[in-house]
């Protein structure tokens, strides 16, 4: 019988090679984008859309369209192998997707924000992947572009100040 640690061991990379994926890439694919705007797919890849200048391409076999852009049912159909896929799939779903990104070509792998899947991240980075697990990749963007705000909305102010209660 095999037991799996839920301790959290992998790190992934930190804060300025996260910024240095986001400067260095030009095109996104979001796995698992909805055409649903409740959606947190939809949610950020309009933001990418509006707020950055990365080709986005979204991908899910059962949708034919999100945001007014075609819809691809894989990796495969892309017209480029994108810098970055963006991941929104259960974390069960991850290891299969480490092999499409790895099959696809494609560098890095971007886990949204509450999916974890350890041994899929290790087993990405021993086949040379860069992968990014747990984190938004619309909250990273606007975070390192000045744009963020507890709602995720740019205040067009930059502090560092706490607030008092």
Not at 59 to 74: F, R, S, W
Not at 88 to 106: E, L, M, N, Q, T
Not at 134 to 144: L, N, Y
Request: one cysteine or more; a neutral charge; charged letters at 20%.
């Amino acid at each position: 019988m095999t037991t799996v640690s839920t301790e959290r061991t992998w790190i992934g990379p930190d804060a300025k090679e996260r910024l240095k994926i986001l400067r260095s890439a030009k095109s996104v694919a979001i796995i698992g984008a909805s055409p649903n705007p409740a959606r947190s797919s939809y949610f950020v890849g309009t933001y990418l859309l509006q707020s950055s200048d990365f080709r986005v391409y979204f991908v899910n076999p059962n949708a034919t369209e999100i945001l007014g852009h075609p819809v691809y049912p894989d990796l495969a159909s892309l017209p480029e192998v994108p810098d970055i896929v963006d991941v929104f799939r259960k974390a069960s779903d991850i290891p299969s997707v480490i092999d499409d990104v790895v099959a696809s070509g494609a560098k890095t792998v971007w886990v949204q924000l509450g999916i974890w899947n350890q041994d899929a991240a290790v087993d990405g980075e021993s086949k040379g992947l860069t992968v990014v697990m747990d984190r938004c990749i619309k909250v990273e963007h606007a975070r390192f572009h000045g744009g963020l705000h507890l709602l995720g909305f740019d205040t067009g102010q930059i502090t560092a100040r706490k607030t008092l209660r």
